[in-house]
């Protein structure tokens, strides 16, 4: 086997969990592609027999891209048009069912609640709390004293913890029930119905940077929230197509106009209501919903 051989072999078994790594610290599966793909060139040109540990090594270096790309993605964030979610990741039906932490990590829920930390508080948590990672390897990762690492990872899990909800993973059966049954509610207009489907602190947010129609604000409690989206699906003509999916392990939709992706809605549960819809309709962030993601930890 020739090095380049084994560089590209090493890479490949990794890449689940270096893809996993890079989206959880961006929010983004195409910045994520973007990182790894960066990030092989980098390996590609590193002497073999310096690697003691190709997972830590490479995790360390996907990190680096990673956090590099996040802070080049701060202004731009800040200019953003109305909310910003993070991107809807289309898993692979194998990945993630078994493995509530991993189900967990990739959740809009949690990616939402990762967005508050700082970039450096971010990798951390990732790292740490998902991947397990010693305090040691995440210090020479993000350029920081293991110190320092010990102080933003305490700091992140209280952060994280005070603001998450219980994660309640959905199989794939599951999210397709819930979804039929609230595109029905819906679709014919039943908004008793819809309402008795959703919690009294209930919150619509959508993302399209100002580049489709979209609330810029979000909408809060039952009624306006089931007045929005039986609006929204009244209004969708023949040229719509409406599917049952799953994103980021949660229950979801995913609206075709013209047989394109126009919007991807994901479903947020607890205690068998809805408290939460994440409405993805930014055109650049469809881009690649429909692509399978394979993950790992």
Do not use: C
């Amino acid at each position: 086997m020739t090095a380049s051989d084994e560089h590209a072999e090493r890479f490949t078994l990794l890449r689940p969990l270096l893809f996993t790594i890079a989206y959880e610290i961006l929010g983004s599966a195409t910045e994520a592609d973007d990182v790894l793909q960066d990030s092989y060139l980098r390996w590609a040109g590193v002497d073999l027999a310096e690697v003691r540990d190709t997972k830590a090594y490479l995790a360390q270096l996907v990190t680096r891209q990673a956090l590099n790309t996040l802070r080049a993605q701060a202004r731009r964030r800040e200019d953003y048009v109305g909310p910003w979610l993070p991107e809807p990741l289309l898993l692979d039906e194998h990945d993630g069912a078994a493995d509530v932490v991993l189900a967990e990590s990739v959740s809009m829920a949690m990616l939402v609640v990762l967005e508050t930390l700082t970039p450096d508080e971010r990798a951390v948590f990732v790292l740490r709390e998902v991947f397990g990672f010693s305090h040691d390897e995440i210090a020479s990762a993000i350029g920081k004293s293991t110190t320092a690492v010990r102080q933003m990872a305490h700091r992140a899990r209280e952060h994280v913890h005070a603001r998450r909800r219980r994660f309640e993973p959905v199989d794939a059966q599951q999210s397709e029930q819930i979804t039929t049954q609230f595109l029905m509610a819906a679709a014919t207009g039943d908004l008793e119905g819809l309402m008795a489907m959703l919690a009294p602190d209930v919150v619509f947010t959508s993302d399209s940077d100002g580049k489709v129609s979209a609330a810029r604000r979000p909408v809060l409690g039952p009624e306006k929230v089931a007045r929005l989206l039986i609006g929204l699906l009244s209004r969708a003509g023949s040229e719509y197509r409406i599917e049952p999916a799953t994103y980021n392990s949660t229950p979801a939709m995913i609206v075709y106009r013209d047989e394109k992706p126009d919007s991807v809605f994901l479903i947020e549960m607890s205690d068998g209501k809805i408290t939460n819809f994440y409405a993805m309709r930014n055109p650049e962030k469809l881009a690649s919903v429909t692509v399978r993601r394979e993950i790992s930890r």
